[in-house]
């Protein structure tokens, strides 16, 4: 059995097929949400798991929930066990910063012997196994959160597009999905355009319509696509991802308007208030 490049010498739930109905990997499935203010992140976690011998096991204090995190922008790894089905995790927010990730497993808290399970493949039929404290005996999954970012921050275009150029002249607007935002790429004459009206506040609707409103409405196209999948890890997916969940269409268009808060609307009226009406 092998989980992250590491080999087990014996039935783990979760990886492989080792236990028979998880084809879905539904047996052991923890459900992550994550709140924070300035001082703490809290994360509550629900722990389902549909078998009865691993929570007998945990229910004796022979094994525990265990959940991992580890931030990479400030080096922070750390463990957290529960013996209850349902958990809160409260860290300081300095302790992390932008992608964390999260990795969810069933330990033994001390050594079983003769560990059987009525749901091991049937490969494994009336073999039982030798454990020690602390080997792993289910494997949850994974996911991310991105720490320390309020509604504002989540809601803010600069937090996962950018726009930028590759010094070539004539060529159409792209977008660029490979670093932790999606950068908008402009011709040269197009750029240096940009830079000199970007600072007039009266025709920042403007430039949302005509730049920021096309190409966020592309990568909200390009998300849905198979090949948008390779992305997922990503900074900007996630982010993304979130805004749509909160604007929900079937038109990338339409979603676009929604995050930009109507850009067009906003374009049309500044300009009439400001230079029709005046």
Known sequence: MN???????????GIDDNFTGDEN??????????????????????YH?????????????????????????????????SKK??????????????????DFFICASEEIKNYNNSMFNTVFSGVSFEIEKGDLLGYGGSTTFFANKTPEELKSISSFMSIDTENKSGVPMYNDYDGD???????????????SIKKESLLTSTLHSSVVLPALAEAIRFLTTNEGDDYKNRKWHELLSS????????????????????????????????????
């Open 3 to 13: 989980y992250n490049g590491r080999t087990y010498p014996y039935p783990v739930l």
């Open 25 to 46: 990997k539904d047996t052991f499935k923890p459900i992550l949400t994550v709140s924070s203010d300035y001082r703490m992140i809290r994360l509550d976690i629900t």
């Open 49 to 81: 798991l549909k078998n009865d011998e691993l929570l007998k096991l945990i229910n004796s204090n022979q094994a525990v929930f265990c959940t991992q995190l580890y931030c990479r922008s400030t080096m922070f790894r750390q463990s957290f066990i």
């Open 85 to 102: 089905q349902k958990e809160l995790i409260e860290i300081k927010s300095n302790q992390l910063r932008d992608e964390v990730e999260v």
């Open 181 to 195: 935002k999606i950068t908008i790429i402009l011709s040269q004459e197009d750029y240096e355009t940009y830079q």
């Open 243 to 278: 805004l749509i969940e909160k604007h929900p269409t079937d038109d990338p268009l339409q979603s676009a308007q929604k995050i930009l808060d109507l850009p067009v609307n906003r374009s049309f009226s500044t300009l009439y208030n400001n230079l029709i009406k005046t």
